[in-house]
């Protein structure tokens, strides 16, 4: 919520109303969506944010191989290489957490 109320202030115009908030959550955060939708509504009362939807993108695991260098996603709960198998991997995705975007309205304008 903090992220979210110092982007707000960081507008010049500030908007007149805050629609939508997006958060990119890797799926190794082990962060269930809904939870995190519940305690954005509950912490964003009696803050600018309050009345706004919070829209949680889950980024994938990803994964490089150490024996053939393949790079690409990760099935959930697979953590093999999808070229040789191999589980010589290094996670280089999926732990992702962070404020990607705010929708906004100035007026009759959306931003």
Not at 17 to 37: M, S
Not at 39 to 49: D, F, I, R, V, W
Not at 75 to 94: D, K, Q, W
């Amino acid at each position: 919520m903090d992220a979210v109320v110092e982007e707000l202030g960081r507008l010049d115009p500030p908007p007149a109303k805050l629609e939508k908030v997006r958060v990119v959550v890797g799926v190794f955060r082990q962060i269930v969506p809904d939870y995190l939708t519940f305690a954005y509504e509950t912490l964003s009362k009696g803050t600018p944010a309050e009345g706004s939807v919070l829209d949680v993108v889950q980024a994938p695991a990803k994964g490089k191989c150490g024996d053939c260098d393949w790079e690409g996603d990760l099935p959930i709960g697979s953590y093999a290489c999808g070229g040789c198998a191999s589980v010589n991997l290094e996670i280089t995705g999926g732990t992702d957490l962070y404020l990607e975007s705010l929708e906004v309205e100035d007026g009759n304008t959306q931003r």
